[in-house]
């Protein structure tokens, strides 16, 4: 599915190439409903359908709720929507203390080792044995 296209579009599209091979109606759906580029949880509402006229229905119930539904997954890069404009949000961390509300070159702290969690010295360089945990 392109993203200047609607989902009836997309339809309307994925529809006129099954008439050339001669597609059965449950694949037809299938194949509509894969090339959805969105979460599956939310394509949920588009399973189920009998019939193709049940389907463009449900269509319309799905074109509603992505309208409605705000997206948590921006951060996987991904667009969904037929218009979606989102993108993928980098998030800086620092290199030195590990925080997320800074970089290294502006870091406040002296390096700290993730292996060992001390101040001072990068994990690299860490001589410290690693501390035994209870695995459960």
């Given at each position: 599915?392109?993203n200047d296209k ?7 599209s994925?529809?006129e ?6 597609v059965?109606d449950?694949?037809?759906i ?8 969105n979460?599956e949880t939310?394509?949920?509402i588009?399973?189920?359908?009998t019939?193709?006229?049940?389907f463009?229905r ?6 509603a ?8 997954s921006?951060?996987?890069g ?8 989102r993108?993928?949000?980098h ?13 290294s ?10 292996k ?7 994990s ?7 501390k035994?945990?209870l695995?459960?």
């Amino acid at each position: 599915m392109k993203n200047d296209k609607t989902y009836q579009q997309y339809f309307l599209s994925v529809k006129e190439l099954a008439l050339h091979g001669k597609v059965e109606d449950a694949a037809l759906i299938e194949y509509v409903i894969d090339g959805i580029r969105n979460l599956e949880t939310n394509k949920v509402i588009l399973y189920g359908a009998t019939d193709i006229k049940d389907f463009r229905r449900k269509l319309e119930i799905y074109s509603a709720f992505i309208t409605k539904v705000p997206n948590k997954s921006a951060q996987s890069g991904q667009s969904y929507g037929p218009h979606s404009t989102r993108k993928m949000t980098h998030v800086k961390r620092c290199y030195n203390c590990g925080e997320l509300d800074h970089q290294s070159p502006t870091c406040p702290k002296a390096i700290e080792c993730f292996k060992c969690n001390e101040f001072g010295h990068k994990s690299t360089k860490c001589t410290s044995k690693p501390k035994k945990t209870l695995k459960i």
